[in-house]
């Protein structure tokens, strides 16, 4: 089966660091290029980062760019997020997402900002 697991998610103060990652199998992970989203309650879902297959393209929302660093590991077939200067706006459920010929989702995990 497809599945797009993340983890690392949880609660941090803000200016603090996380690192979240989002282990994939059951497709071709390096066919695919790979999206973070997030989505905060009472607002729509936000693209935050995109990496391109081979990871030389990447692309980040105004509000986190600076902050966030989008990576991915073929030969561990995992995308990262790595997410620096934490403000209490990121505060969200973040998906991975995968964008090819299928689309595939993550079940979502939770980062909350706040002191």
């Known amino acids: 089966q497809v599945q797009l697991v993340e983890s690392g998610g949880g609660l941090v103060q803000p200016g603090g660091s996380l690192r979240l990652s989002c282990a994939a199998s059951?497709?071709?992970?390096?066919?695919?290029?790979m999206s973070w989203y997030r989505q905060a309650p009472g607002k729509e879902r936000e693209l935050v980062a995109r990496i391109s297959t081979t990871g030389i393209s990447t692309n980040y929302a105004n509000s986190v760019k600076g902050r966030f660093t989008i990576s991915r590991d073929n030969a561990k077939n995992t995308v990262y997020l790595q997410m620096n200067s934490l403000k209490p706006e990121d505060t969200a459920v973040y998906r991975c997402n995968a964008d090819g010929r299928y689309t595939y989702w993550g079940q979502g995990i939770q980062v909350t900002v706040s002191s």
């Open positions: 059951g497709f071709t992970f390096s066919r695919y290029p």
